[in-house]
């Protein structure tokens, strides 16, 4: 096979495991199926005990290619590991349009922030026996300003060899106008690569998977557009899961999560990896 015509590489993590049994569920599912090749873990999530643990390492061991990332998590309805953390609402992180608008007035203090997620590392390192392979954040928090310093500054302590997930995608002017949820993501990743650049951690090299949550969509058709023009190197987020209590209680994101998994696990996924000549492998 030619270089020209050698399918493209990318990544396709699932995001939130440990959220829930019904979204470790589906992603295990995935990841045996060879539909994901990397899933991040909420190590504040309810259902991240020994057993979801030991159920996504053997998914994951045999799977030819699955990466296992921590999936740091600062805003409600969790709640911190460290003691004393602020700003807090409660006993609970801030919800995420307040931890971003403290992020951006500059009234958050990374060092507290830092202090989290090493915490966050520990824990992840406790319940799989090694750093994770790549770190991102719950709500892309690892963008929010003051964040991604403490973020940085917290994986090149805890996991250097880890890679970053940054927001930015690689698309022409009119289609990038077209989402301000998108565009937003754009906006703040380029702060944060510069500052993974100089930190020397790897990042992925485009990014693609943020949509509407609360509107009916066509995930199929959705998944046409993020791998259009997605480089090697690129990566997808998703969110695949069955609902569940647990869910329901913690995310308004639960339908959209059942179509996301049933679109992955059928037979029109990967001829549309094909006709985008991309793989997973």
Not at 78 to 92: A, Y
Not at 118 to 143: W, Y
Not at 164 to 191: C, E, N
Not at 211 to 239: I, K, S, W
């Amino acid at each position: 096979m030619s270089a020209a015509a050698r399918p493209r590489r990318i990544w396709l993590c699932a995001d939130d495991y440990g959220i829930s049994p019904g979204v470790n569920r589906a992603i295990r599912d995935l990841i045996e199926r060879g539909r994901l090749n990397a899933t991040s873990v909420m190590t504040v999530g309810p259902a991240i005990d020994g057993g979801e643990v030991a159920a996504l390492q053997t998914a994951a061991a045999n799977s030819p290619r699955c990466a296992i990332g921590l999936h740091v998590t600062l805003t409600a309805p969790f709640r911190p590991l460290t003691m004393h953390f602020r700003p807090s609402d409660g006993s609970m992180f801030l919800p995420f349009p307040k931890l971003l608008r403290a992020g951006l007035s500059r009234r958050l203090d990374p060092e507290i922030i830092r202090a989290e997620l090493i915490v966050q590392f520990a824990a992840f390192a406790e319940k799989f026996g090694r750093a994770p392979d790549f770190v991102d954040g719950h709500q892309h928090v690892q963008l929010y300003p003051q964040v991604r310093d403490a973020f940085v500054e917290a994986v090149k302590e805890a996991a250097p060899s880890a890679w970053v997930r940054q927001g930015g995608r690689i698309q022409p002017l009119v289609r990038r106008l077209s989402s301000p949820k998108a565009l937003f993501l754009d906006f703040l990743s380029a702060q944060f690569r510069r500052r993974a650049k100089n930190a020397d951690l790897a990042f992925n090299a485009a990014f693609a998977g943020a949509y509407d949550f609360t509107r009916a969509v066509d995930f199929g058709a959705l998944m046409r557009q993020f791998l259009n023009g997605l480089p090697e190197g690129g990566l997808v987020m998703c969110h695949p899961g069955f609902v569940d209590d647990i869910l329901i209680g913690l995310d308004p994101l639960t339908k959209a999560r059942e179509q996301e998994h049933a679109f992955l696990a059928s037979e029109d996924f990967p001829p549309l990896l094909a006709a985008n000549n991309v793989t997973l492998a």
